[in-house]
């Protein structure tokens, strides 16, 4: 299995951190858990809240506010920070001016539900409404419950800087996109984070322009479907054919912003996420394949190898139509790694349809898999129209024979790089040795290898002598 995405596990829930800004007095404890892009919505927060005099803590014990930015994608995610507010309630009762908050998506799923539900929240704020953070703190200050879970049609947060958290210096998120129209049935991520709209080029031109001053090495460029990346001057995804001629024809879409980026920054690494397999199309794979500084990696979710499954979650493709944007990609840059996100026992799913994902997996040869059980989400078409028929035991023993797979690919993959050399971009030290630094290379494979005079944020070049099931090991030469 892949271990890492767009976002490294090992940062969900962890106290999120940045340099401290002077005279700045109270102080901030944020959490995040959930996707890549609720971890820049993070930045984007203690942004904000940067200037309203907050500095970040990893001390929940000192607070003045803890911020909690939620994920609904699967029941679990939403149990995991349930726990988390056991956790600061019992911190309140030692510091009663404390304020807690809720952020993100399951604010905008439970709204005010979550200030009756769990007595400790005092704030909860959607994820198009961070901007009016400073008014709602100003209510709660005043002893009222603050809540603002208003969607927007506009909001990008374009010109707010990003503070970057937890950060290694040499990688960053860059957000494109908000939102999602796609509408898959299961997916309750259109209902929280709303309709799809696009960040302007030149604002996000902007902000690479000054991560790169910074000496950032690589960006990744975020929205939870990228390739439908349309800006038209502003405005929703769905309103583009009401705009006017001039508008539509001017129009910047994701494989000319990927060449602008790639153009304005040749020193710098660029990737995205997530690609989806019904708005991918074969401009952006020729980009990728012009431009030298765009690595040769794609996560293109699937979530089944069936094509009646993936009517029945709204996919707008067929399998066949699948394996054709997989073939195209293989043909047009033969060193393209893939990933997948695939989802076992969604309603109704036979055994059938399980083993035709089985030979998805094996037709494509994933290099990683993100691999989960369905679980229904309240609210979602899936839940209102469909029932959740298939027994747990079925789905998680479907669900380890998929991961089964996966593993062997992913090794299979790793295996290929040895007796080669690859060009390593230096992310820190190797959690397991001081001695050795970690690096992704292009095709997002972690490499490890001894420490010598290079820096963090060096490109360097390794000979690969071995490998583990998710690490290469080697030398620099
Ligand atoms: N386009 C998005 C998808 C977000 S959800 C992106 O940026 O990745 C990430 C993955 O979670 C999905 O691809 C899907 O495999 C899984 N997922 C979504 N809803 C789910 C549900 N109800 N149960 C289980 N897994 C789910
Ligand atoms: Fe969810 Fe489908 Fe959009 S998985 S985020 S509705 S592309």
Known sequence: MGSEKVIDEKNQGQALLTEEKKGNSKKLYIESYGCAMNLNDSEIVASILSEQGYNTTHLIEEADLVLVNTCSIREKAEQTVRKRLEKYNAVKKINPKMKVGVLGCMAERLKAKFLEEEKIVD?????????????????????????????????TYGDVSPVRLNSNGVSAFVSITRGCDNMCTFCVVPFTRGRERSREPKSILEEIKQLSEQNYKEVTLLGQNVDSYLWYGGGLKKDFKKASEIAQTTAVGFAELLDMVA???????????????????????HTMAKHENICNYVHLPVQSGSTSVLKRMNRQHTREEYIELIDNIKKIIPDCSLSQDMMTGFCGETEEEHQETLSLLEYVKYD??????????????????????????????????????????????????????????????????????????????????????????????????DCTSATLLGKRV
């Open 123 to 155: 704030l909860v704020v959607g994820p198009d409404a961070y901007r009016d953070l400073p008014n709602l703190l100003e209510e709660v200050q005043s002893g009222r419950d603050a809540v603002n879970v208003i969607l927007s049609k506009e909001e």
């Open 368 to 465: 990683y898999g993100f691999m989960f059980a369905y679980s229904e989400r309240p609210g979602t078409p899936a839940a209102k129209n469909m029932e959740d028929d298939i027994p747990l035991a079925v789905k998680k023993r479907r669900l380890a024979e998929i991961i089964l797979v996966q593993q062997k690919h992913s090794l299979y993959h790793l295996e290929q790089f040895v007796g080669k050399t690859v060009e390593i971009l230096i992310e820190g030290s190797s959690k397991k040795s001081d001695a050795h630094w970690k690096g992704r290379n292009s095709q997002n494979a972690v490499a490890v290898f001894p420490k010598g005079d290079e820096q963090i944020g060096d490109f360097v070049n390794v000979y690969i002598e």
């Open 263 to 285: 153009d304005a920054f040749p020193k710098i690494r660029i990737r995205f996420s997530t690609s989806n397999p019904q708005d991918m199309n074969l401009n952006v794979i």
